[in-house]
C-alpha cells in the first residue's frame, strides 16, 4: 500500500526534473551550432556582439541563438529588453 502512494510522489518529482533536462540539452544545442558557425567565420562571436549592443541602465542577463539571429536580454528595473542582433552582420535588427 505504502509503494502505491510513492509513486505519484516520485511522478510529481520526476517530470520537472526531466523537462530541465529537456531545456539544457536545447541550451548545449544552441552552444555547439554557434561555436560551430562561428568557427567556420559564419557569425560573428557573441563577445563582439556584445561589445557592439550597449542598453544605458540596463544590465546583460542573458542570450538565446537560432543560428541567425542572436537575442540579448536585458533588465532595466522591472523593464524586460530584447535586442535582436543579426549574428553574420552585427546589425540590430529588433527591439522588444
Do not use: C, H
Not at 68 to 91: N, Q
Request: glycine share 10%; aromatic share 6%.
Amino acid at each position: 500500500m505504502r509503494s502505491l502512494l510513492l509513486i505519484p510522489l516520485l511522478l510529481a518529482v520526476a517530470a520537472p526534473v526531466a523537462a530541465q533536462q529537456q531545456r539544457v540539452g536545447a541550451m548545449r544545442g544552441e552552444q555547439d551550432a554557434a561555436y560551430r558557425a562561428m568557427s567556420q567565420g559564419e557569425i560573428l562571436p557573441l563577445g563582439q556582439i556584445r561589445a557592439r549592443i550597449n542598453v544605458p541602465g540596463a544590465q546583460f542577463i542573458g542570450v538565446e541563438f537560432d543560428g541567425r539571429i542572436y537575442r540579448l536580454k536585458f533588465m532595466r528595473g522591472s523593464e524586460l529588453i530584447w535586442i535582436d542582433v543579426d549574428a553574420r552582420t552585427g546589425r540590430v535588427i529588433g527591439r522588444q
